[in-house]
């Protein structure tokens, strides 16, 4: 799981003598990166240095808490930044548009927590084993020395909480519950970031789930499930096509349904498929078939032809997957 | 927030010296009245005691795993139990069938975490500042010096973990995430927990939630949001009208809505409002203009009508609350 790393101490010490950090999350930033990325510039401001965080696309409007003045979109913001870091991002594919900004860095530091990560800065701290960049960034603040306060508590927590599920999925451990408990030490105010995070959905994407769902089926003995949304359904209530995200989650979820596909009418004919398996289904194997790839648990595809056809191909491949894992 | 309390040392010395344990969770029993009952009973067992969860109510089926062998209806299962213990229910009304039998221990021990609660028992814990009962059980167990096995721990952690809504809730604290990171130490599968808590949905429920949704009405300037359902939708789908659980916090957690209303038809002129206040609204001054109650931002009430007519009535109580926080 882990490449060749840097320690902590190294990173923490090339940081605590930089004067200017530039901080890089990755484009379609979640919460963990742009949690983790608002930790540690927040971190570096207190500790009296110059620090950004660089972005390319916007801040997703349940996070737009965290960016507390930190996210410009100004490539020059800092002209020769002593450290240029990328935050929860492995891959230089990751941010496309910062790649030249990022490597004008005198320093460049990658921390990362995805397995697919191959170091490609100065200084990594990578390791696939760890729930969250952001308790990689805790661990790099004690390092240093650097007290954590309410909004580093905060944003940190954010990162741990969101990439975990909220503690459910497989890979929380006990580290992540202690970085959590000491987190209570700085004042987080954990059901307030409940809030800001689950409790602003725009009336547009219940309505689309709402819709999405009444196109739900249940084939292959209750053991599959399928569900679309299209162009013309968004346009009906208003909502983006990022805001069916959750739904293919929801399916998988149902008694019994061990392989959930969600189809998404991207265009007329691009057909874009998320899907998810539950205990001993395998959908990367599915995906692969036509081209796509994931995980075990989570893969997805496309098709260039229209929904419809799309459909019935995708039933298929899943009845003959779970007819094999059957037999 | 304390009431009279025994010590934990106490309890536990009652415990150790007993032979036999009949545990009492609370009826409709939910993830830490069960997972906490079943969490001490498996320590009573292994401790060589005879055990048993006296319940009158069934099991939910998302719960079942929890019940290795130790829930019964049979109120002789022990004929002269040591000890009676009520688990999570601090008033005899909520074990109502089952009182007689907690009487006939000849030591009972109530250990709590509501405030509401009233000590009746000869020996009591209540701690109404704690988030989970299942904390408590914990305490007990290492003031016993009795160890936490995987089947323990998995059910203490379904306790807390149901009970602060994954760690979501207010009442969550570095406590209950010291003990969920000790846990691991015994080997939980938290992962495997959340496929049965949560990933185990009826289509029934997917479907009603549909439908319910499909009822959504946003008003009073996008403040307020109100949907019901009735027996007829029920009917449809084939759902159970407890399966509209959690509709409410779905139409609260609407961006913009401060006060949601969710509309039950329980028979054509029995109708049960439940409500949700998310930050400034007060939803027990609603409930009580129809002789409802509850907290600030949880509460219901009941109306004698029918559902269209509660549902303005509702809608114009709401709309006056809403006018009013704001002058």
Redesign the interface.
């Known amino acids: 799981m882990k490449v060749e790393n840097n320690t902590l101490k190294q990173i923490g010490e090339k940081l605590a003598k930089a004067d200017s950090v530039l901080l890089f999350p990755h484009i379609q930033m979640d919460g963990d990166a742009l949690g983790s990325s608002a930790a540690l510039c927040r971190a570096m401001r207190n500790a009296g240095k110059e620090a950004f965080i660089l972005i390319e696309d916007d801040v997703p409007e349940y996070l737009s808490f965290l960016d507390n003045g930190y996210c410009t979109k100004d490539q020059d913001c800092i002209r020769e930044p002593d450290i240029c870091i990328c935050i929860d991002c492995g891959e230089v594919s990751r941010f496309p548009e910062r790649q030249q900004t990022f490597f004008r860095g005198k320093t460049t530091i990658c921390v990362d927590h995805h397995t697919t990560s191959q170091p490609f800065a100065d200084y990594n701290y990578i390791d696939g084993g760890i729930a969250a960049t952001a308790e990689i960034i805790y661990a790099i603040l004690a390092a240093m020395d650097i007290p954590i306060d309410k909004e580093i508590g905060e944003a940190i927590f954010t990162g741990i ?1 969101t990439d975990t ?6 890979n ?4 992540s ?2 970085i ?3 987190l ?2 700085a004042g987080i105010d ?2 307030h970031i ?2 800001e995070l ?6 547009e994407k ?2 689309i ?2 819709k999405i ?2 196109t ?1 089926e ?1 084939f292959a003995d ?1 053991k599959a499930a399928i569900a679309y949304v299209t162009q013309d359904m968004l346009a009906q209530v208003g909502a983006k096509l990022e805001e069916t995200e959750g739904v293919v989650e ?1 399916l ?5 349904v061990e392989i959930a596909a969600f189809v998404k009418e991207r265009e007329e004919t691009l057909i874009k498929v998320s899907m998810r398996a ?2 001993s289904g395998n959908v990367a194997e599915i995906a692969a078939q036509f081209g796509g790839g994931g995980h075990v648990k989570a893969a997805g595809c496309t098709f260039r032809k229209e929904l419809e056809d799309a459909c019935l191909q995708l039933k298929e491949a899943i009845k003959k997957s779970l007819e094999k894992a059957e037999a």
Chains 1, 2 share one sequence.
């Open positions: 909480s599920g909220n503690f459910q999925y497989s929380a451990t006990k580290e519950h202690l959590t408990a000491s209570y030490d954990h059901a409940a809030v689950y409790q602003n959905t725009r009336l219940i309505r789930t709402s769902l009444d739900l249940v209750g929801t998988r979820n149902i008694k019994g539950k205990t």
